[in-house]
């Protein structure tokens, strides 16, 4: 089944410990992207990649490092978290000038 | 800065009724957009998508109507059924995409 796969999909942590979401695909789409939902501000992008080695920010991107050493997985790395950064995240996939498809998403909680 | 917004948080339609929902843009040079719907507890799943050199497009039970003269996208879902309930969200761009805040669509039996 072609899908987007985040782990984990909850989390509480605390301040300044650091986490890691995964992201995997497995659709050979070149194309992945983060993206945090946010209560009243709708979905807005993080990170993306056009392709293995080659990320870029997208509108929030403070507080955030991603990697792209392989096709299918997009890890979002939060090396310092705050509680700014409690949310909804979504990543996503698609070949590039198509439609994108999410994972199911990831509630991070940060006490 | 540039934007995409929806005109109402919440639609409620009875099933059975065609229900339209509305989004507005602020970028005249947008030329994709795509709508979303998105269930509880899940992600973002793609209905439709447009781009400028239309002006409508037709999927199964779902229009999307483009006017670039007002910046406006409308979502025309006919003969809703309770599980069409859902927000749905408007958004514009291929790589950088600017999502609008979403409508969430309440439909009763």
Redesign the interface.
């Known amino acids: 089944e072609a899908q987007?796969t985040q782990n984990p999909r909850y989390l509480i942590t605390v301040t300044g410990k650091k986490l890691t979401v995964t992201c995997s695909q497995n659709m050979n789409h070149e194309?992945m992207?983060w993206?945090r939902q946010d209560p009243?501000?709708?979905?807005?992008?993080i990170y993306?990649s056009?392709n293995v080695e080659v990320t870029?920010k997208?509108?929030v991107p403070e507080g955030y490092k991603v990697s792209r050493k392989e096709k299918r997985n997009f890890p979002l790395i939060l090396e310092s978290p705050s509680p700014n950064q409690t949310s909804l995240y979504?990543c996503?996939s698609s070949i590039?000038?198509e439609?994108?498809?999410?994972?199911?998403?990831t509630r991070l909680s940060i006490l | 800065g540039e934007s995409v917004g929806l005109h109402l948080p919440t639609l409620s339609v009875q099933e059975g009724d065609n229900s339209i929902i509305n989004c507005a843009y602020s970028n005249s040079a947008s030329d994709y957009f795509i709508w979303y719907k998105q269930e509880s507890g899940k992600g973002p799943q793609f209905i439709i998508d447009i781009r400028s050199n239309m002006d409508k497009r037709q999927g199964q039970r779902v229009t999307v109507l483009l006017n670039k003269t007002v910046k406006h996208l409308s979502l025309q879902i006919a003969a809703t059924q309770p599980g069409d309930s859902a927000v749905y969200f408007c958004a514009e761009g291929f790589q950088k995409l600017v999502f609008g805040t979403g409508t969430r669509l309440l439909v009763s039996p």
Do not use: C, E, K, T
């Open positions: 987007v194309y992207s993206y009243g501000l709708g979905l807005r992008q993306y056009m870029d997208g509108d979504f996503a590039i000038g439609p994108q498809h999410f994972g199911d998403g």
